[in-house]
């Protein structure tokens, strides 16, 4: 049985992944192992391999990211890069703004 914390954490971390994904894709385009790996690194939680993908292909869809393949230089196979819209960079803002706006809730502020 999971502790109200241990699900906390799983509700504001692995079922919104998506926050994630676009605040990362902010700083500069990734592809879907590298965004995953800057996740644990950044925020402290492993995302499934596979439900980074399937969030990445539910933004994309959604025209909050872009994707186009790219060669690598070093003879590696190409990659499919990943790059926040402008519409991917409002859906962050408001994100962040729903969050701020609860957290202030629950101080009582």
Do not use: C, H
């Not at 079922?15 to 592809?31: G, Q």
């Not at 969030?55 to 070093?74: D, F, H, I, N, R």
């Amino acid at each position: 049985m999971t502790t109200p914390m241990e699900r906390l954490k799983n509700k504001i971390t692995k079922e919104v992944l998506w926050l994630y994904i676009l605040r990362l894709l902010r700083e500069r385009p990734m592809y879907a192992y590298e965004l995953k790996e800057r996740i644990r690194e950044a925020f402290n939680f492993e995302p499934a391999t596979v439900s980074s993908y399937v969030v990445l292909y539910k933004l994309e869809k959604e025209g909050y990211v872009t994707a186009e393949w790219q060669e690598s230089q070093t003879g590696k196979p190409s990659r499919k890069y990943y790059k926040l819209t402008p519409e991917g960079e409002s859906l962050l803002e408001d994100g962040i703004a729903f969050l701020e706006d609860m957290v202030a809730k629950l101080k009582g502020a």
